[in-house]
């Protein structure tokens, strides 16, 4: 299957703890990271995620946030990196962060934020994602 979607990280599933109708579901990358969904119980079931399995955390980049403090956040992703691309278009920007396990994530931000956050290549930054932003494939 192919999707337009430009984050698509392949792990194993590490963890799921069970909710009501909604479960926490975390994905290990090769390197250690760990990428945290949040998604329904009915999803896990469908796409019989357990323990030990091989899944993809997908993530559009418009739900990738950018921050040089992230410090108070309650969102569960905050994926540390350096900035290797900052690809400027008339409005927005795509930003592409090198994680610490090598993986590259990318983001959709306003050119105005890039400037404000003061972003250049080589910059360390937390690329941040809320659980429920990402997706799972198995």
Do not use: W, Y
């Not at 590490?14 to 998604?39: C, F």
């Not at 306003?110 to 910059?123: N, P, Q, R, S, Y």
């Amino acid at each position: 299957m192919k999707l337009s979607a430009r984050n698509q990280f392949v792990g194993k599933v590490i963890e799921i703890n069970e909710g009501a109708v909604n479960d926490v579901v975390k994905v290990q990358l090769p390197k250690g990271q760990v990428i945290t969904s949040t998604i329904t119980k009915e999803a896990v079931a469908e796409l019989g995620l357990a323990v030990g399995c091989d899944a993809v955390a997908v993530i559009k980049a418009t739900s990738v946030m950018i921050s040089t403090n992230p410090q108070g956040l309650s969102a569960r992703n905050k994926l540390n990196g350096k900035v290797v691309a900052i690809n400027e278009g008339a409005v927005s920007s795509v930003v592409k962060v090198e994680l610490e396990g090598g993986e590259v994530i990318s983001s959709t931000i306003t050119c105005e934020a890039v400037k404000e956050l003061g972003l250049t290549v080589d910059k360390d930054v937390t690329a941040i994602v809320k659980a429920t932003e990402v997706m799972v494939m198995a």
